[in-house]
DNA sequence: TTCGTATTCAAGCAATTACTTGAATGATCT
DNA sequence: AGATCATTCAAGTAATTGCTTGAATACGAA
């Protein structure tokens, strides 16, 4: 054996990256950055098999972007720390910005409607505090309870149909999901704007907006 | 076929972080870093055979990564924007922030002695203006007249020893490489080091440097 | 201590990925 | 227009990865 200390760093870093190059690892990672989670709540979600989910979180344990901590019975996994959602949104980005496909994909979602830019957080708070605006949280509802932005409204895409003749068509609104991963937010906006309603996305998801410090509220 | 627009864009994200999920791409991407390169010279440096470079170039522009002009007879890749660089520095952070392996061999790097913290670009700038420095780029011979930063003196490791004697204990050394990946710049530390100079390295490499509009000069 | 439960381990299979070799492409340069 | 050269393609093989199944482990509760 006796590999350089340059090719067992690289190896190390590959590591790192690989465990980012699975897809049901992105849809572990995506539930993990909206808090700690048990291993069958995490197959649930994901629709892995509970076995396949802990090889799957073993695996981002060795890349250093989930720690686990026990509690009771079970055993609670996260995002070890800022840096794992850093780079979860950096992918994303990188690929939103970079990828055919993936500007392909987002525009299909749009469904011919061209949306406008998302609205930064920082926009959204502002407005939250001084202006009039809706804003509607795109999640199943135990995701939202355990936590959501405040005056935030839960609704999901399936409800959100029935909610459409009761919104005021000159209020602007708001969607947010669970992330960079979660297509709910542009779905919903699409719909929204097929009704002719003033609706924009928020630039990035649940995790992002708490990661920066700002309030939420929901049993954590 | 026809999977959920969910699926398919996850698996996009997928294959951006699967780029970066070999190392022999990541020794490529290290050398994209620097600047515009052949693929002759990319396999030539990583040591792969150039229809295996190739292939790995072709991976990485799929995922956004690098992209290529043809110049002449031969084709040039480069990285595709500053967001492939600073993906290649964010993984290259977390893993040695959070994976106790990277801790390990970096410190094995520095053979006993702690070395101190890095010089930030900014402060390493302000020395270069005005403070008493001396800069050596620890790389190849060619990498240095492709580019480096000014009054930089290029020493190879190979070559450091000698250098030594003429260097004054009473001035400060920075040291610098190719960037995140690249250890020349900690092993010319530590031998500098043992050697009773007082010598730091510079955060990241010259990439990060160019790639924050500060002056380099050299045959581009 | 014993039971029940959540998680992890281990073995096996299918699918994917990395690398090699040798041939084919395609644009440049004469 | 043809020759040349750098790059890419294609086929084959070895190694790795992802998933499944069933058993084993570890902890908490009774």
Redesign the interface.
Known sequence: MSIS???????????????????A???ILEQLAQGERGVEGLAEKTGLTVANCSQHLQHLR????ATSRRDGKSILYRL??A??L??MD??????E???A??DH??R??ADGLDPPEPVSRDELQARLENGAVVLLDIRPADEFEAGHIPSAKNITLADLAALIPTLNLNVEIVAYCRGP???YAHQAVAALRRHGLNARRMKGGLPEWRDEGRATEGVT
Request: net charge positive; proline share 4%; hydrophobic share 55%.
């Open positions: 200390p340059k090719a067992a760093l690289l190896e190390e870093y590959a590591r790192v990256a690989g465990a980012l190059s699975a897809p690892r992105l849809a060795r890349a250093g972007l070890t720390d840096k794992a850093a780079l950096l992918i994303q980005i990188v690929a910005g970079n990828v496909e993936v994909i987002l299909s979602l991963y979660c297509i």
